[in-house]
């Protein structure tokens, strides 16, 4: 059972950074494949960034390319979520979730879900 946690979210202006977190409990994320997720209201969940188990593989949505970065720790404790140059339609809950093994786009494929933070980007 991998328990998933974030943070960091917040209100910020268009053009600001904020930088999510993702923490594992339980155990570490060692083995597991992490994604970005976020549900705008009113609009279904959709994928934000994956990274592989090992670190070396990365996915992004068209939406986020060169503006959001998806990285792990060494540790295995926590997978991070660099956004710079915060859109208005950036505003959303983000959800991190985990898998075995590789990153996917598909919600369906995640096993461990966490509770979510609010993003909140304004004009």
């Known amino acids: 059972q991998v328990q998933l946690q974030e943070s960091g979210g917040g209100l910020v202006q268009a053009g600001d950074s904020l930088r999510l977190s993702c923490a594992a409990s339980?155990?570490?994320?060692?083995?597991?494949?992490v994604g970005w997720f976020r549900q705008a209201p009113g609009k279904e969940r959709e994928f934000v960034a994956g990274i592989s188990w090992r670190g070396t593989s990365t996915l992004n949505a068209d939406s986020v390319k060169g503006r959001f970065t998806i990285s792990r720790d060494n540790a295995q404790t926590t997978v991070s979520l660099q956004m710079n140059s915060l859109k208005p339609e950036d505003t959303a809950v983000y959800y991190c979730?985990?898998?075995?093994?590789?990153?996917?786009?598909?919600?369906?494929?995640?096993?461990?879900w966490g509770r979510g933070t609010q993003v909140t980007v304004s004009s």
């Open positions: 339980g155990r570490t994320f060692s083995g597991y494949a």
């Open positions: 979730a985990a898998r075995p093994g590789y990153s996917s786009r598909s919600l369906s494929d995640y096993d461990f």
